[in-house]
């Protein structure tokens, strides 16, 4: 069975600063993976995604992640986060060619310092 | 531009009573997902069509669970004789390729 592990459930980043959000998940084949962003009251928005290729995804709002299939990891980064990027952070694994149900991880709190 | 909707935003309601909730999906996609969320949790999947085609359930999808998409627009999920553990917020995504669409999801609250 798939599973997703987002090891940190909060960080703390000041206005400026820069982000790594980890993600390692568990699948036996090549997988799917995809980081979703939640802000308060609003629905999951896709930030980017990986299906093969460029191991470095490029997505919206700065955002870019790093496919490593040796340590199973899928980090998201950013090299300076503003204030808005305050929200909630999931990475998703899924297969059947990116069809079946996603298998999110648990999710990271990412807080924004003035 | 018309998103994934999802009706009721909100639902309170006593536990054993019925709940049924409707999902909009994008139009022209085929694919339609719901996933239920827990507070401090990720989205857990439930069960997905194609069409009108019921694919997959999750066997977090228990026998008081039933979802349809009749004509392979809208899609209901219905909880029958809810528990106080089904509250949550129930998600709806629709997809056309491998990019899941998501709606702003329905709070369910048993009391």
């Known amino acids: 069975a798939q599973s997703v592990t987002q090891p940190d459930i909060h960080i703390t980043v000041s206005e400026g600063a820069s982000l790594e959000l980890r993600c390692n998940y568990s699948?036996?084949?090549?997988?799917?993976l995809f980081w979703y962003v939640q802000s308060p009251g609003q629905g999951l928005q896709l930030l980017l995604k990986y299906f093969s290729g460029d191991t470095l995804v490029q997505g919206i709002k700065g955002f870019e992640a790093e496919f490593k299939r040796s340590q199973s990891s899928f980090n998201l980064r950013k090299p300076s986060v503003h204030w808005s990027d305050a929200a909630e952070y999931f990475c998703?694994?899924?297969?059947?060619?990116?069809?079946?149900?996603?298998?999110f991880g648990k999710g990271t709190h990412l807080i924004i310092q003035p | 531009d018309t998103g994934v909707s999802q009706n009721p935003r909100h639902k309170i309601t006593k536990r054993g009573q019925n709940v049924t909730f409707r999902c909009d999906p994008i139009s022209e996609h085929n694919r339609l997902y719901w996933y239920r969320q827990t507070l401090g949790q990720g989205p857990e999947f439930l069960t997905y069509f194609q069409n009108e085609a019921q694919l997959e359930k999750s066997r977090l999808l228990s026998d008081r669970f039933s979802a349809e998409r009749p004509k392979g627009s809208f899609s209901t999920l219905e909880i029958q004789r809810t528990e106080q553990g089904d509250s949550a917020m129930y998600l709806c995504?629709?997809?056309?390729?491998?990019?899941?669409?998501f709606g702003p999801g329905t709070r369910l609250t048993v009391l």
């Open positions: 998703a694994v899924g297969s059947g060619g990116g069809a079946d149900g996603l298998t």
């Open positions: 699948y036996g084949a090549t997988p799917y």
């Open positions: 995504a629709s997809a056309r390729g491998n990019e899941q669409f």
